[in-house]
Nanobody, 119 residues
C-alpha cells in the first residue's frame, strides 16, 4: 500500500525558515504531480505549491518568492523550503501526490505536519 509521510514541521519565529519533506513509499511505478497544501484553523485547505514530474512549479501568490518546492524523482521525495515565515503561514501542511501502482493510479494525501510561526 502506498503511503505519504511528511516530516520537518515545528515551531519557528517570524522571519525564520523550515524545510518540510514528503516521502512516498510502497509499490510505486511512477509519481506524477506532487504538491503541498495547508489548512489553518477555521479555514479551508488551500494550495501552497505544486511540482510536475518534469519539475515545473506553481506557487500560491501568498508564498511566491518565499517558498521553494523541489522533488527527487529517484527517491520519490518532495521538499518545501519555507523562508521568511510569517504568522499567517501557521497551518497543518499536507503532502499530496498522484501515484501509479501496478494496475491503478490514485491520488494520495499525507497525514499532515504542523507548522507554527510565533514569537
Amino acid at each position: 500500500q502506498v503511503q505519504l509521510v511528511e516530516s520537518g514541521g515545528g515551531l519557528v519565529q517570524p522571519g525564520g525558515s523550515l524545510r518540510l519533506s514528503c516521502a512516498a513509499s510502497g509499490i510505486i511505478l511512477s509519481v506524477y504531480n506532487m504538491g503541498w497544501y495547508r489548512q489553518a484553523p477555521g479555514k479551508q485547505r488551500e494550495l501552497v505549491a505544486t511540482i510536475t514530474s518534469r519539475g515545473v512549479t506553481n506557487y500560491a501568490g501568498s508564498v511566491q518568492g518565499r517558498f521553494i518546492i523541489s522533488r527527487d524523482n529517484a527517491k520519490n521525495t518532495m521538499h518545501l523550503q519555507m523562508n521568511s515565515l510569517k504568522p499567517e503561514d501557521t497551518a497543518v501542511y499536507y503532502c499530496n501526490a498522484d501515484i501509479q501502482s501496478p494496475g491503478y493510479r490514485r491520488n494520495y494525501w499525507g497525514q499532515g505536519t504542523q507548522v507554527t510561526v510565533s514569537s
